[in-house]
């Protein structure tokens, strides 16, 4: 009777094991960011939301592990990763991407946009959807959105504030890529090219002076504890390109895939929306960080346009197919007509 009793409470308590054990180990799905882990970025609003969407949907099938800060590599070294599905996504700049795709970088053709309603229509236009094809046919590599992080860039810098052109003159500007360098050049700014992992400690130390980038990255990155002045100049487009492995995506069963797809959605519309908030309180948290705001006049901002925009574009013909950056171009310019007309 002991013996039967014994048994009788194995029995029970191996299955009590069993019944708090999942029916299957959840699979990994490692996504990997530059930005920091900070509520406040639109970057890093958009994972979370993603990973929170992708885990309640499916149960608790899949894991999504967020790699912030570079820490699983820099740029080109994850775009490699997620090409050899070390991870399956990678969510990065388009600056760092056009190293293995040039056509990418015409979407950073400075002072180009005049808002994000724009942005917004460019990035959900046909063009794009041609660019990830192109992209895939010529890399292997998979792009899914391409999504806003805190609107349109803004230079800083710890030399002067900015207002007009003649202002740049002689600054040394970390440069994302060569489209950048090209455009300090013809701005009478001097470029230093430089890893976006390597630009804290870069203007810390005065290997280079300023910067360009949307409100949310000069505050997550905390740049205003190392520069002075900051221009609202709406320079480029402030956004994130994501990507993910060909096989692992094509293996997803139909029903999971789709919500991976939905998950992009809802972290596409949540960075939108911290977009937005971002840049109604980061000017005034930046100037309680002793930063200097200077804001660029409509007649000034042309002439940046003329100047900087031009040559970018003159730039971008020498090394990109010219009948894609006319289409570029007459995308753009249709988006903004059709705003126009809607005002």
């Given at each position: 009777m002991k013996v039967t009793r014994k048994i009788l409470v194995s029995v029970l308590l191996l299955t009590a094991i069993c019944l708090s054990v999942p029916a299957y180990a959840?699979?990994?799905?490692?996504?990997?960011?530059?930005?920091?882990?900070?509520?406040?970025?639109?970057?890093y609003v958009m994972a979370v939301v993603f990973k929170n969407y992708v885990e309640t949907r499916t149960?608790?099938?899949?894991?999504?592990?967020?790699?912030?800060?570079?820490?699983?590599?820099?740029?080109?070294?994850?775009?490699?990763?997620?090409?050899?599905?070390?991870i399956q996504i990678n969510v990065g700049s388009i600056g760092g991407?056009?190293?293995?795709?040039?056509?990418?970088?015409?979407?950073?053709?400075?002072?180009?946009?005049?808002?994000?309603?724009?942005?917004?229509?460019?990035l959900e236009s046909?063009?794009?959807?041609?660019?990830?094809d192109d992209m895939y046919k010529k890399t292997g590599i998979r792009s899914v959105m391409v999504f806003d992080i805190g609107g349109?860039?803004?230079?800083?810098?710890?030399?002067?504030?900015?207002?007009?052109?003649?202002?740049?003159?002689?600054?040394?500007?970390?440069?994302?890529?060569?489209?950048q360098v090209e455009m300090f050049r013809a701005l009478g700014a001097n470029?230093?090219?430089?890893?976006?992992?390597?630009?804290?400690?870069?203007?810390?130390?005065?290997?280079?002076?300023?910067q360009v980038n949307p409100i949310n990255i000069t505050i997550s990155s905390k740049f205003f504890e190392v520069q002075k002045y900051i221009t609202i100049s709406r320079?480029?487009?402030?956004?994130?390109?994501?990507?993910?492995?060909?096989?692992?995506y094509d293996s997803l069963p139909p029903a999971d895939r789709k919500v991976f797809d939905?998950?992009?959605?809802?972290?596409?519309?949540?960075?939108?929306?911290?977009s937005q908030i971002i840049q109604a309180t980061g000017i005034k948290f930046l100037e309680d960080k002793k930063m200097t705001i200077t804001p660029i006049s409509d007649e000034n901002y042309k002439e940046f346009q003329d100047i900087g925009r031009t040559s970018v574009l003159e730039w971008s013909k020498t090394k990109i197919d010219p009948e894609i950056v006319g289409r570029f171009l007459a995308t753009v310019e249709e988006i903004e007509k059709k705003m126009q007309g809607a005002q």
């Open positions: 959840a699979q990994t799905v490692k996504m990997a960011l530059s930005i920091n882990p900070d509520m406040s970025d639109p970057c149960g608790g099938k899949y894991a999504v592990e967020i790699y912030p800060s570079n820490v699983i590599g820099k740029e080109r070294e994850r775009l490699e990763l997620v090409k050899a599905n070390g991407l056009s190293n293995i795709y040039k056509p990418a970088i015409l979407l950073n053709t400075p002072f180009m946009y005049s808002g994000d309603k724009v942005v917004h229509e460019v046909d063009f794009v959807k041609w660019l990830f349109l860039s803004c230079f800083t810098n710890n030399v002067r504030p900015i207002a007009a052109v003649a202002d740049m003159k002689g600054i040394k500007f970390r440069a994302m890529d060569d489209s470029a230093v090219p430089m890893a976006f992992a390597e630009l804290y400690t870069g203007l810390q130390t005065g290997v280079v002076e300023g320079t480029i487009l402030g956004s994130q390109w994501v990507t993910v492995n060909e096989k692992w939905e998950a992009f959605h809802y972290g596409n519309v949540a960075a939108k929306g911290q």
